[in-house]
């Protein structure tokens, strides 16, 4: 049986990712892993080649378990994330209910519903998009559900996105005989990972891409060194 685009493992993946996390999240969970599995390799390689392949083989499941690890605490903050942006959410539409004074309800939603949208909005505009805003949460049904299924599928994203990013590290290591080799070569890999998705954001921010590129790469060196410096 041939397999279609829609039925292809990797395409799959790709949409369960971008179906439960934006492409601001997406990133920032790239570069996270990038930037951990990068400080692993360089604070801890120069020490660990010196034993030769036992050091490799120490220095991978290094990386690998600490990305795993911030991989699970990751998912499990953004599923904490998620309850507390559900609880106010809740909170504002029984308040809103609550308030006898309209004015005082739309004072509520201009502070709290989207006031970066509002923004772009003449006065007008802003009044009528609140007063509609008042009359949905005036009837709505806040759902009390603390964790939802798309939740923990964020979550599960979250993590994935976090391990795989530290899998490229890996295949020098694989490729390479001498250590040391392997040890650069990933390391340049990985540099080459953090600009590509620095690019990407550039993309996403509309921004130049190469500029947003080489300062994501320079962010990042920055945060590995600062990590080195403090023991990370």
């Given at each position: 049986?041939?397999?279609?685009?829609?039925?292809?493992?990797?395409?799959?993946?790709?949409?369960?990712?971008h179906?439960?996390?934006?492409?601001?999240?997406?990133?920032g969970?790239?570069?996270?892993?990038?930037i951990?599995?990068l400080t692993?390799?360089?604070?801890?390689?120069?020490?660990l080649?010196?034993?030769?392949?036992?050091?490799?083989?120490?220095?991978l499941a290094a990386?690998i378990?600490?990305?795993?690890a911030?991989?699970i605490?990751?998912?499990v903050?953004?599923?904490?994330?998620?309850m507390t942006?559900?609880?106010?959410?809740i909170?504002?539409?029984?308040?809103?209910?609550?308030?006898?004074?309209?004015?005082?309800?739309?004072?509520?939603?201009?502070?709290?519903?989207e006031?970066?949208l509002?923004?772009?909005?003449?006065p007008?505009?802003?009044?009528?998009?609140?007063?509609?805003m008042l009359?949905?949460l005036g009837?709505?049904?806040?759902?009390?559900?603390?964790?939802t299924?798309?939740?923990v599928y964020?979550?599960?994203?979250?993590?994935w996105?976090?391990?795989?990013?530290?899998?490229?590290a890996?295949i020098?290591?694989?490729i390479f005989?001498?250590p040391?080799?392997?040890?650069?070569?990933?390391?340049l890999?990985?540099?080459?990972?953090?600009?590509l998705?620095g690019?990407?954001w550039?993309?996403?921010?509309?921004?130049?891409g190469?500029?947003?590129?080489t300062?994501?790469?320079?962010?990042?060196?920055?945060l590995v060194?600062?990590?080195?410096a403090?023991?990370?």
């Amino acid at each position: 049986m041939h397999t279609t685009a829609a039925t292809h493992p990797t395409v799959t993946r790709q949409r369960f990712v971008h179906r439960y996390l934006d492409p601001a999240s997406r990133l920032g969970e790239i570069l996270f892993g990038l930037i951990m599995v990068l400080t692993i390799t360089l604070a801890a390689g120069v020490t660990l080649m010196k034993e030769g392949r036992a050091g490799v083989r120490e220095l991978l499941a290094a990386a690998i378990g600490c990305n795993i690890a911030w991989g699970i605490i990751d998912a499990v903050m953004y599923l904490m994330n998620c309850m507390t942006v559900r609880a106010g959410k809740i909170r504002l539409v029984e308040t809103v209910q609550r308030t006898p004074d309209s004015q005082a309800a739309l004072k509520l939603i201009e502070e709290e519903v989207e006031p970066e949208l509002q923004e772009f909005l003449d006065p007008q505009e802003a009044r009528a998009f609140s007063e509609s805003m008042l009359r949905h949460l005036g009837r709505a049904r806040a759902n009390k559900t603390i964790i939802t299924k798309d939740d923990v599928y964020g979550a599960v994203a979250c993590f994935w996105l976090v391990f795989v990013s530290c899998l490229p590290a890996t295949i020098p290591f694989l490729i390479f005989s001498q250590p040391v080799t392997a040890l650069r070569v990933s390391n340049l890999l990985l540099i080459c990972l953090l600009f590509l998705a620095g690019k990407k954001w550039g993309h996403y921010a509309g921004v130049n891409g190469w500029a947003a590129g080489t300062v994501m790469v320079t962010i990042g060196l920055v945060l590995v060194a600062i990590a080195i410096a403090l023991g990370g």
